[in-house]
Structure formats: C-alpha cells, structure tokens
C-alpha cells in the first residue's frame, strides 16, 4: 500500500491568512493526487485532483502543486467558510489511501 | 445532479454482518469512467477506505478488510451495497458511498450514516 503522510496536523489562522499543507506519499504517484475538504458533520468535498486541477465550482483561492512524492495545497487568502479540516488521497492505484488530515482552525 | 444516499441499520451487534446500501439518482452505475466505493471514518479520526466496484465487475478491497467485505452492484435498481461481517466495536464508524474516477478521486459523496457496533 501506498502511505500517506502530511504536515502540520494543525494549523491556526487568521482570515486573510496564506495557508500551506504539505502531503507526501510513499512512493512516486506521478500526480495521481487528490485533495478534499471537510467540515464537521459532513462529507468531504474533492477540491482538487490531479495534483493541480480545480474541481468544477471550487474557488481559485485554492491551489495544488507538486508530483512524484511531494505535494502542497495552498489557501491563498483564507475565508471564514474555509475553516476545515483537509484530506490529500492518492488516486494512483488501489487500494486507495488517505493522509491523516490537517485541520485549519481559529487563530 | 447525481445524489447518493446511504441506508442502513443504526445499530449493529457484535460478530453479525453490517448491511448498506447506496441509491443513486441522477446518473447510472452504467456510466463509465466512473467506479462506485464505500468508505468510512471512525469518530472523530480520519477516513478510511474500504472498497471499489467497476460496473464491468472489477473489485477492489481494502486488504485487511478484505475477507469480510463484499460489495455489489444493482444496476435494475440502481444501488449498490455493502456487506461487513463479524463487525466488532473497531467497525464503528460513519459509512460513505461514493462515485470516483480512476486517477483522479472522489466526486460524489453520500451525506453518511453512522453504524454503531453495540450489544
């Protein structure tokens, strides 16, 4: 199985704050990775895929970048509305894996 | 817009078998590229995946839970289910179904059912 892993587990900020969360995989998944966010009590939502992509109505303040090991999704200005808990996944081969999660909360 | 929507028991006991199933509208298990999936997140840690089913039949499980699982397509319905046998307290979870594309993730999501494993 592919591991994930990802950096910080949490992370306080502010609104208007430039967020970074980095993944990283065990092996090289070129840049078959996804990222989802999630708030309390409900499903994740996919908000990048491919490592950059942006999925359909995601705003352009979110970012992704990286490939083979190492990825980064960016939070260019955050919003009260984006304070959550994010998920990077790999989609190179099953089973499928998750990272552990990094949650954005209140500074 | 394509909705799933996740049934099933609430409550399970101990050693029996967990059943699910994931209706889906707007949309068809039929359509391809797209896999169908069931997932789960043990309160409050993080997500798990359990498994993944093509509608040409191609499955794909977890593999340490893979001697329990089995999961089915009902085109004529347009469900499809999941089964967990002899559950224990560490199967408690909120269950998701799922839609993905190969390489590139998990679209579309269930709102989620919480099963607890309890005598």
């Known amino acids: 199985d592919i591991q994930m892993t990802q950096s910080p587990s949490s992370v306080s900020a502010s609104v208007g704050d430039r967020v970074t969360i980095s993944c990283r995989a065990s092996q090289d998944i070129s840049r078959w990775l996804a990222w989802y966010q999630q708030k309390p009590g409900k499903a994740p939502t996919l908000l990048i895929y491919?490592?950059?992509s942006l999925q359909t109505g995601v705003p352009s303040r979110f970012s992704g970048s990286g490939s083979g090991t190492d990825f980064t999704l960016t939070i260019s200005s955050l919003q009260p509305e984006d304070f959550a808990t994010y998920y990077c996944?790999?989609?190179?081969?099953?089973?499928?894996?998750f990272g552990p999660g990094t949650k954005v909360d209140v500074k | 817009q394509l909705q799933l929507q996740e049934s099933g028991p609430g409550l399970v006991k101990p050693s029996e078998t967990l059943s699910l199933i994931c209706t889906v509208s707007?949309?068809?298990?039929?359509?391809?590229?797209?896999?169908w999936g069931w997932l789960r997140q043990p309160p409050g840690k993080g997500l798990e995946w359990i498994g993944s089913m093509y509608s040409s039949g191609s499955s794909y499980y977890k593999p340490s839970l893979e001697s329990r699982i089995t999961i089915s397509l009902d085109t004529s319905k347009n469900q499809f289910s999941l089964k967990l046998s002899s559950v224990t307290a560490a199967d408690t979870a909120v269950y998701y179904c799922a839609r993905g594309i190969a390489a590139s993730g998990l679209v579309n999501w269930g709102q989620g059912t919480l099963i607890t494993v309890s005598s």
């Open positions: 491919t490592a950059s």
């Open positions: 707007g949309g068809s298990l039929n359509s391809s590229p797209y896999y």
């Open positions: 996944q790999q989609a190179h081969s099953f089973p499928v894996t």
